[in-house]
């Protein structure tokens, strides 16, 4: 099939074609319905259920076909994104990419490091001197706001560990050199005095014998589009699709029962994203039917029934709650659920979802 000559009326989404975004790309694509067999040999698939075709691309090449409105959708890095604003410029009302969601995964640093042994941890002693790496847009924009700090004396809020303010272009002392991979092997090469390069665990970095001294940009996975995509109704379902994916992975539904009276107590221990469901529980129906059975034998007595009714007001106390909890913090809510009162708790998984 032509496949360029079905393109005529999709959605055209851009997902990575390869490298550590891509695995959970796809999850969220699978999560979403949005059904599609790729082509070992092709880079344009098309969706099965929708009127999209998916584009396969370098997660650094997504920003600028969104950004031309060439491709309405696309997931990449923020740090790609940053990288193509500061190599082509802000966006414009008709150019760039907007942000419609942060996916929560593929979180990294775009770090300045130096030797371990010998490497100074103020950043400001590279100026003029030998900086490797991948994205020479930021990089420059970084150096050229320690320069403009060293020369003019005016702060441009560059810390050694949070993340640097971005100045405008100018002409550089710092000697910046593009590299596309391996970057951490520069310095121990004689290529470079200090590198910049992204670190999510930081064991490359440890093992090549570099270390952090500060951070031109925290990144994690985002969703973008264009400034005029050509089905915005479809961007919309596409985005309410992803983050209902995401929410079931990053949540779990906790279910249990507790006295009425601590609601407060139980409600500041498990919120929720919005607020916990509460019901009564119906325990009158048991009791009735515990009652019918014992007048029909003809053995319930008057002190009974007082017994039973106090058992029914006693149970009128008790609600059940439910509420989307964190996974990650699951096991510390349960025990502090526990440890107020609560009791037959339950956590079930959340397979999808429709959240905000």
Same mark, same amino acid.
């Given at each position: 099939? $032509?496949?360029?000559?079905?393109?005529? +009326?999709?959605?055209?989404?851009?997902?990575?074609?390869? +490298?550590?975004?891509?695995?959970?790309? =796809?999850? =969220?694509? &699978?999560?979403?319905?949005?059904? /599609?067999?790729?082509?070992?040999?092709?880079?344009?698939?098309?969706?099965?259920?929708?009127?999209?075709?998916?584009? /396969?691309?370098?997660?650094?090449?997504?920003?600028?076909?969104?950004? @031309?409105?060439?491709?309405?959708?696309?997931?990449?890095?923020? $740090?790609?994104?940053?990288?193509?604003?500061?190599?082509?410029?802000? #966006?414009? !009302?008709?150019?760039?990419?907007?942000?419609?969601?942060?996916?929560?995964?593929? %979180?990294?640093?775009?770090?300045?490091?130096?030797?371990?042994?010998?490497?100074?941890? $103020?950043?400001?002693?590279?100026?003029?001197?030998?900086?490797?790496?991948? /994205?020479?847009?930021?990089?420059?924009?970084? /150096?050229?706001?320690?320069?403009?700090?060293?020369?003019?004396?005016?702060?441009?809020?560059?810390? +050694?560990?949070?993340?640097?303010?971005?100045?405008?272009?100018? @002409?550089?002392?710092?000697?910046?050199?593009?590299?596309?991979?391996?970057? @951490?092997?520069?310095?121990?090469?004689?290529?470079?005095? +200090?590198?910049? $390069?992204?670190?999510?665990?930081? !064991?490359?970095?440890?093992?090549?014998?570099?270390?952090?001294?500060?951070?031109?940009?925290?990144?994690?996975?985002?969703?973008?589009? &264009?400034?005029?995509? &050509? %089905?915005?109704?479809?961007?919309?379902?596409?985005?309410?699709?992803?983050?209902?994916?995401?929410?079931?992975?990053?949540?779990?539904?906790?279910?249990? %029962?507790? #006295?009425?009276?601590?609601? #407060?107590?139980?409600?500041?221990?498990?919120?929720?994203?919005?607020?916990?469901?509460?019901?009564?529980?119906?325990? %009158?129906?048991?009791?009735?039917?515990?009652?019918?059975?014992?007048?029909?034998?003809?053995?319930?007595?008057?002190?009974?029934?007082?017994?039973?009714?106090?058992?029914?007001?006693?149970?009128?106390?008790?609600?059940?709650?439910?509420?989307?909890?964190?996974?990650?913090?699951?096991?510390?809510?349960?025990?502090?659920?526990?440890?107020?009162?609560?009791?037959?708790?339950?956590?079930? @998984?959340? &397979?999808?979802?429709?959240?905000?």
């Amino acid at each position: 099939m $032509d496949l360029v000559n079905h393109l005529e +009326g999709r959605l055209l989404f851009a997902v990575p074609k390869k +490298g550590r975004l891509q695995q959970p790309c =796809l999850d =969220l694509l &699978s999560g979403s319905d949005i059904q /599609f067999k790729r082509s070992p040999r092709l880079d344009i698939t098309l969706v099965k259920n929708h009127a999209i075709a998916l584009i /396969f691309l370098p997660a650094a090449d997504i920003p600028t076909f969104v950004g @031309e409105g060439r491709v309405d959708l696309g997931i990449t890095g923020r $740090d790609q994104v940053a990288e193509h604003e500061a190599t082509f410029g802000p #966006p414009t !009302e008709t150019s760039g990419v907007e942000e419609v969601l942060d996916l929560g995964f593929g %979180n990294c640093k775009l770090q300045v490091q130096v030797p371990e042994r010998g490497g100074s941890d $103020d950043p400001r002693d590279l100026v003029g001197r030998n900086v490797v790496t991948s /994205f020479t847009g930021l990089t420059r924009q970084y /150096f050229e706001g320690l320069e403009r700090e060293g020369s003019q004396g005016r702060e441009t809020g560059v810390t +050694g560990t949070g993340d640097a303010k971005i100045v405008g272009k100018g @002409e550089l002392k710092t000697k910046i050199k593009f590299v596309g991979g391996s970057v @951490e092997a520069a310095c121990a090469l004689g290529v470079a005095d +200090g590198i910049v $390069d992204l670190v999510e665990s930081g !064991e490359t970095m440890k093992a090549a014998g570099l270390k952090a001294i500060s951070t031109v940009v925290t990144s994690t996975a985002v969703l973008i589009k &264009s400034k005029r995509p &050509s %089905n915005q109704k479809l961007v919309d379902l596409i985005a309410s699709r992803i983050r209902g994916v995401i929410a079931a992975q990053s949540y779990v539904l906790c279910q249990y %029962n507790i #006295p009425r009276r601590l609601l #407060p107590t139980v409600k500041a221990i498990t919120p929720g994203k919005r607020a916990p469901t509460v019901t009564a529980l119906d325990m %009158n129906a048991s009791a009735a039917a515990s009652a019918s059975a014992e007048g029909k034998e003809g053995k319930e007595s008057n002190g009974d029934e007082g017994k039973k009714m106090e058992e029914e007001e006693e149970a009128e106390e008790w609600v059940a709650l439910s509420v989307m909890v964190e996974r990650k913090r699951i096991a510390e809510v349960m025990d502090q659920l526990t440890d107020v009162g609560a009791q037959d708790i339950l956590v079930l @998984e959340i &397979s999808n979802s429709r959240t905000r």
